[in-house]
């Protein structure tokens, strides 16, 4: 195990370029998802059809 | 036409000019694309030696060799045509051995000799165990693929 | 019923909001269960390299999100491109999703591309390389994209006018591979792209492309969950998004 963390002697480039690549995808994931969610939470707030006081009314000129 | 067809002609045209323009600017600053020169350009005269500039090739076998007690090394670069001694102090990267490409930045001296300021190790694009190494080695001994 | 049919399925928000919606679970799975054996693989079962050691492990993180970076680049500026000539909103939405993702992937390209040079040549980083430079300008095709997309209060008219610096910047991607051909760089070859087949071993090479196809399914998945917030985004006046978000009832 120590021989596996120690890379031959790389362990500083190789633990930092995949420890990059760990944070880089789930920075992503975890973007993706909370822009969805909010944007769906965000709707469901705005958006409530069946409340006719939330309709603009129409009015005849 | 189209409003389609002239957006589309649009990106075309757009994209055209923009590649015809970068293509030329390419060819016209070569040189400075080129990261290093090789042996045989530097002898050709080819290479700016008024001032600083790279120079790209392999550490010829043998060539190698250190000071005693000092971070000093010389060795030879060749492109198998033409060579340029090069002496260089300070640490060495890890790909750094005789057979293998390097990029030295520095200068040339009046000598034909190059003094390096920094030596940069270039690997190529094979990739194998070292069984499988010594194996061709084994088989072509002079080591050329 | 012509045989446009599924381009024009293709281009309905509603029908590609529920194809992300069914999609993306098992795509996410897939990424990650290929991620997994892509990293075992690369870490614990390829052997090291004769010259490099275990510092060439390093690739199966760089080579997949250079990839990533430049089949990103390709897919946002045909993105772009279709949207700017047919009016095609969905596209526009598809572009805008992929930017921030083909950025983040050439960072990380960047980013290990330098740790793996430090000790191998001997640098982070060389200015002057025609590789390293065109793929920090890709890099920044990819802001600029953003940044100008942003900058107009009209959405429409942001899409357009930064669907024209995609289109253009494609210019680049041959340029970033063929960078190492064409010039003296310090950066080598290509090692599977070539027309003499591959010089990497195979048990080298198979978690390499184990993780290439990792980071595709990742990069699909992002697309999609990224796309479907998008639509919404875009849609929130319709009728099918109201329906949607209220639980289908009115």
Known sequence: MKEFLAMGGYAVYVWAAYGMTVVVIALNAWAAQRRLRRTLGELKTTAQPEDPARRPTVRKV | ?145 | MSRWRWFHLLASPPYVYRLAERLAPWIGAASVLALAAGTYGGLVLAPPDYLQGEGFRIIYVHVPSAYIGLMAYVVMASAAACGFIWRIKLAHAVAACTAPVGASFTFLALFTGAVWGKPMWGTYWQWGDARLVSELVLLFLYLGFMLLRSSFDERDKGDRVAAILAAVGVVNVPIIHYSVEWWSTLHQGATMMRLDGPSITLEMLIPLLIMIGAFTLCFAWLILRRLQAEILDRERRTRWVEQLVTGGAS
């Open chain 2, 1 to 145: 036409m189209t409003p389609r067809r002239q957006r589309m002609a649009l990106i075309a045209a757009v994209v055209a000019g923009v590649a015809v323009s970068v293509a030329l600017a390419l060819v016209a600053f070569r040189e400075n694309v080129l990261l290093f020169f090789s042996p045989t350009e530097v002898v050709a005269g080819e290479a700016p030696t008024e001032r600083g500039f790279r120079l790209g090739g392999m550490v010829a076998e043998g060539s190698v060799s250190r000071e005693e007690g000092s971070l000093t090394v010389e060795f030879v670069v060749t492109d198998f045509a033409n060579s340029i001694p090069v002496s260089y102090t300070g640490l060495l990267p890890d790909l750094f051995g005789e057979g293998q490409g390097v990029v030295a930045r520095g200068q040339l001296n009046t000598d034909g000799s190059f003094d390096a300021e920094e030596v940069l190790a270039k690997h190529d694009e094979n990739y194998m165990p070292p069984e499988v190494a010594e194996a061709l080695e084994r088989a072509h001994p002079e080591g050329s693929p």
